[in-house]
């Protein structure tokens, strides 16, 4: 006898988790609580008969629910005024509304307050039809076929069509062929859970392999009945069993055969355990067990183990199918796949991801949160979380061996940052990240560094664990060091790295070692301050002046001969030769004329003009260009010495003996103006005067 069990069958999500929900309000129920059941939670004698037994009462409608009492909603759902009645009458509600139950819900109500007409498919008195067409009283047409369908005369006009979550998707699908032309594409909305379309594929598939279909559940469950419709479609001899006896049953009476090829399928209200006792009875005739995942011979201790049980903490087993930029997915034999942080694979390097997806590698993981979403439920897994131990013991290792680990910086701190290994948390504070001050800790966000592991406290109940990069930088420094002093001598040439730069000079890092270059030989010009000439960071040649290895000091020389403005000063400009220069600046002794950038010479007052002068400024001014003789040079004092007046001296000007000054001008116009009337009066009278001595002069002669 050869078995096919369909992969999704059993507990839907919804009827899981108020079964589940169930037992839990069990478990804590407090002393004379009442427990109440609004409607069978499931469309399973046996679950239902556990769960009366064990306390639980059924009311089939709010109105005769017990006042403040404790209430469960089935995965169906109940309609608003429901709820309301359980609200009045103080009971605490558990409400165990399937997700995509309650989002039909939500659909429903904005439709009708829009004025929408609403038509669903569905089964006409299924409580979970009854609770959607309470949301919209007298504005739901419920229809069960496509008869029914093509049997509505009404105009389609703003009319939404819908679906119960456990009808048939086949009907659904030649409904909604009726309507493509009259119901806008947006209003046709498929409300048939994944879970259900899934689950009736694979019935049909697997009905039409086989010689024998069983379809495990209620003949009063919706969904157990279109999955018998199905199979018994492609299968004749499809039957529908509600437990382990009942397959018994037909084995002895020859209705299956030790030949037969039996696929098996299960409706959302059965449970996993029912299902296993139906394999296990037939494994009890043959043996030979096959599951829709390929041939295999296998046992059903082996099925068993192989049945993923869910829940948060849980360490299972799954297939590595997909991945996105997030999240890696993964097939955990549940409706829904469970996800993988991608971030959780990044510390391995020789994980390849798309081989694991190309041959579906198995990962064992831990079950971190299951939540459910109108979409389903979101299971978040966890690879890391199980490497845990592992990464535990490496880190002890490291932290007595006194050996690197690399980690990745993933936060930080107010002193600090927090590193991860593997999934544990090394703390390093700001002064062990580098050997320098640290400014911006956001700045290694992301960063992988080697550090040493200089703390493990495993005796309180959390483990700590503190790390440092800057003693694994100092060792390196250390050995560095040692080379550059057993090699060390004066004008040997480095590399270096400028560490700090103080007001006296700057401190370079030639390799582990770090040399004093004194402000005075950083330019061979004057300069306020280190930071002129350099920054912290560059990176420049330098050579030793001197050193003393048992004081661990090293002067340093940055500036070169060549770059010196006196370098080669006599052959470059002799004396004796005539420059040209510009004035930059005035003494009373003389002026100082650039020859040439950072190269000024001087020329003395009394080698400017020939004539003596008071002071330079009688004849020259800042700015102004001059031509003069070099006269003398003295590298060593850094002096050159100039003459302009032997070249072509500056006098000052002359002054004219006979030009009037300025101050005398107005004493001589003065009289003037205040003679001016007087003058005017004697000048008619003094007329005659002066002609007389014309009329005299023949006489004269």
Request: charged share 30%.
């Amino acid at each position: 006898m050869e078995v096919i069990c369909a992969k999704s069958s059993g507990f839907c999500f919804g009827v899981k988790n108020a079964v589940d929900s169930a037992n839990r309000m069990i478990e804590q129920r407090a002393p004379g609580e009442r427990l109440i059941m609004l409607g069978e939670l499931t469309h399973n004698a046996k679950v239902v008969g556990d769960l009366t037994d064990r306390g639980f009462e059924i009311v089939q409608d709010a109105s005769d629910v017990p006042e403040n009492s404790t209430v469960i909603i089935r995965a169906h759902g109940v309609s608003p005024d429901q709820k309301e009645i359980l609200k009045s009458k103080g009971c605490k509600v558990i409400d165990c509304t399937c997700p995509f139950v309650q989002k039909i819900h939500n659909i429903v109500r904005e439709a009708a307050s829009e004025g929408k007409d609403i038509i669903i498919t569905g089964g006409k008195g299924h409580p979970e039809v009854t609770g959607i067409c309470g949301e919209a009283p007298g504005k739901v047409t419920v229809i069960s076929s496509v008869e029914e369908m093509k049997a509505l005369d009404r105009d389609f006009t703003d009319t939404l069509l819908i679906s119960q979550t456990t009808f048939s998707s086949e009907i659904f699908k030649e409904i909604c062929a009726i309507v493509e032309n009259k119901i806008a594409k947006n209003l046709i909305l498929d409300t048939i859970c994944s879970t259900t379309g899934v689950r009736q594929s694979e019935a049909a598939r697997i009905s039409a392999e086989a010689d024998v279909m069983l379809v495990i559940g209620s003949s009063h469950s919706s969904n157990t009945k279109k999955l018998y419709d199905i199979c018994s479609g492609h299968c004749v001899r499809t039957y529908l069993v509600s437990d382990a006896d009942e397959v018994g049953k037909l084995i002895a009476d020859g209705y299956i055969r030790p030949d037969d090829r039996v696929g098996v399928t299960a409706g959302a209200s059965t449970p996993e355990v029912i299902i296993l006792e139906v394999v296990r009875r037939m494994d009890e005739n043959k043996n030979e067990i096959m599951t829709n995942q390929g041939e295999a011979d296998i046992d059903f201790q082996e099925y068993v183990e192989g049945i993923a049980q869910l829940r948060r903490n849980a360490i299972v087993k799954g297939a590595i199918t997909s991945a996105d930029a997030d999240y890696v997915y993964v097939d955990v034999r549940d409706k829904s796949e469970g996800k993988i942080p991608r971030r959780e694979f990044a510390s391995d390097p020789d994980f390849d991801l798309e081989a694991a997806i190309a041959s579906k590698a198995e990962v064992t993981v831990v079950v971190k949160s299951i939540k459910n979403t109108d979409q389903g439920k979101e299971i978040i897994l966890s690879k890391s979380q199980l490497d845990y131990e592992k990464n535990k013991k490496a880190v002890q290792e490291a932290f007595e061996n006194k050996t690197p680990i690399t980690v990745t910086v993933t936060g930080t701190v107010k002193d600090g940052v927090i590193a991860n290994y593997g999934g544990i948390d090394i703390y390093i504070h700001r002064t062990q990240i580098k050997l320098g001050e640290v400014q911006d800790l956001d700045e290694y966000k992301g960063q992988q560094l080697e550090i040493l592991v200089t703390k493990m406290d495993t005796d309180k109940h959390r483990l700590r664990v503190s790390g440092s990069r800057r003693t694994l930088l100092m060792n390196e420094r250390k050995a560095k060091a040692d080379e550059v002093w057993a090699n060390i001598e004066e004008g040997k040439h480095y590399k270096g790295i400028v560490r700090s730069l103080p007001d006296f000079g700057a401190f370079v890092d030639i390799g582990g070692v770090d040399g004093l270059v004194h402000i005075t030989e950083l330019s061979w010009k004057r300069i306020r301050k280190p930071s002129d000439i350099l920054k912290v960071g560059d990176e420049i040649d330098v050579y030793v002046k001197s050193f003393d290895k048992e004081a661990k000091k090293i002067s340093l020389g940055y500036k070169k001969a060549e770059d010196d403005p006196y370098y080669n000063i006599e052959e470059r400009i002799p004396v004796g030769s005539v420059v040209k220069g510009t004035v930059v600046r005035l003494t009373s002794f003389g002026a100082f004329v650039q020859l040439e950038p950072d190269l000024d010479a001087l020329c003395h007052v009394s080698q400017i003009s020939s004539v003596r002068l008071n002071q330079p400024s009688d004849v020259l001014s800042v700015g102004q260009e001059v031509i003069a003789k070099v006269i003398d040079i003295k590298p060593e004092e850094r002096r050159i010495s100039i003459s302009i007046k032997e070249v072509e001296p500056i006098d000052p000007a002359e002054e004219d003996p006979y030009e009037i000054s300025e101050e005398e001008a107005p004493a001589e116009e003065a009289p003037v103006e205040e003679a001016a009337p007087v003058e005017e009066a004697p000048a008619e009278e003094a007329a005659p005067a002066e002609e007389a001595p014309a009329e005299e002069a023949p006489s004269e002669e």
